[in-house]
């Protein structure tokens, strides 16, 4: 009884590290846009929201430029039971010497990305121990770093703007054994997601290998077996009444926050019963061999195509050699458009 009921405790506890994820975000952000002007207009506290104010025009610069990691928060307790929902892994094919700059580039994008966040945003997985000496960036929206509070804690796990001019810093600016993670199909990609499917959005996303032609970062592929089984993606039939309301939200919500609208599903709160956390599968992230770029200022577009097909093939090769030991059947082609 005593080993059952240590087994339902870690299974909930794992199961609450992954329900407060996005929620926190959420009343982080909802402190600052709600006190701040409340504190403004209606309070005697006014000077309070003044300094906040003036403390984010101030630093402004700093998650443009590296931002404030904290190993404490990065290798905070939740995040292993976080790793151990799914489980995700973390594995390293080939080393990464500390002399150079690296753009991790990462695939599939999935419904929530939650292999990038876990293996790169936190220690849960040891990238420190499996990378030493090297300091990884998560690359994400530019607008979550324009709120207080939320900026902080998002800084504090080593996210930056997935803008040129940060990413560009980090590869020119802080020395070498730096390592930006861009997961490169973005929100596009996440209307792919379905479990079994390997189809990647890359053909047009050729920026990242411009960005390492004109910092000369090596470029890594890596894939994460499973991003796409853990959320259920319901497309519906085309001229249906559900379908229409699905491709106008979907519009909507692009045209509006610069993201794309997904219908997904996956379990309750128990197994077996239906919900919005994800399934219970297994994330493995493949990192694979550095391509070595050169350092070209002004990059022409023959140059970034060439480097390009070059990592489409070395990310063919790195999925290939993988797929079967993560679940996918030999005959299983990575599909990119």
Not at 210 to 218: I, N, Q, R
Request: net charge positive; charged share 15%; with cysteine.
């Amino acid at each position: 009884k005593a080993f059952f009921s240590r087994l339902d405790l870690q299974e909930g506890l794992q199961t609450l590290s992954v329900m407060q994820w996005l929620p926190v975000y959420i009343f982080l952000g909802a402190i600052p846009i709600l006190f701040i002007p409340y504190f403004l207009v209606f309070t005697k506290f006014w000077s309070l929201a003044v300094l906040a104010l003036v403390w984010l025009a101030y630093d402004w610069n700093t998650h443009s430029q590296g931002g404030r990691r904290s190993s404490w928060v990065r290798n905070w307790t939740l995040w292993k039971y976080f790793r151990n929902y799914f489980p995700v892994k973390l594995v390293k094919t080939h080393d990464l010497s500390p002399k150079h700059n690296y753009i991790i580039a990462n695939h599939p994008h999935g419904i929530v990305s939650y292999g990038v966040f876990i293996n790169f945003a936190t220690e849960a997985t040891g990238f420190a121990r499996i990378f030493p000496s090297i300091t990884p960036f998560v690359g994400t929206l530019e607008g979550i770093f324009w709120i207080p509070i939320v900026r902080e804690y998002v800084m504090s796990m080593g996210l930056c703007p997935v803008s040129e001019l940060s990413l560009k810093y980090l590869l020119t600016q802080k020395g070498s054994g730096n390592a930006v993670v861009i997961v490169v199909g973005g929100a596009t990609e996440a209307l792919l997601c379905q479990p079994g499917a390997s189809t990647i959005f890359l053909k047009k996303r050729k920026g990242f290998v411009k960005l390492a032609l004109k910092t000369g970062a090596y470029i890594v592929p890596s894939y994460s077996f499973g991003e796409n089984e853990v959320h259920k993606q319901e497309t519906f039939p085309e001229g249906t009444w559900t379908r229409f309301f699905q491709k106008t939200f979907q519009s909507t919500f692009k045209k509006l926050l610069g993201l794309n609208f997904c219908t997904f599903h996956g379990r309750g709160l128990t197994r077996g019963s239906w919900g919005f956390l994800p399934f219970n599968h297994p994330i493995t992230t493949v990192v694979g061999e550095p391509l070595p770029i050169p350092k070209i200022e002004n990059p022409d577009k023959k140059t970034v195509d060439k480097y390009h097909t070059f990592y489409i093939s070395a990310l063919r090769k790195l999925f290939d050699q993988h797929k079967v030991e993560h679940g996918l059947p030999e005959a299983q082609e990575l599909a990119i458009i």
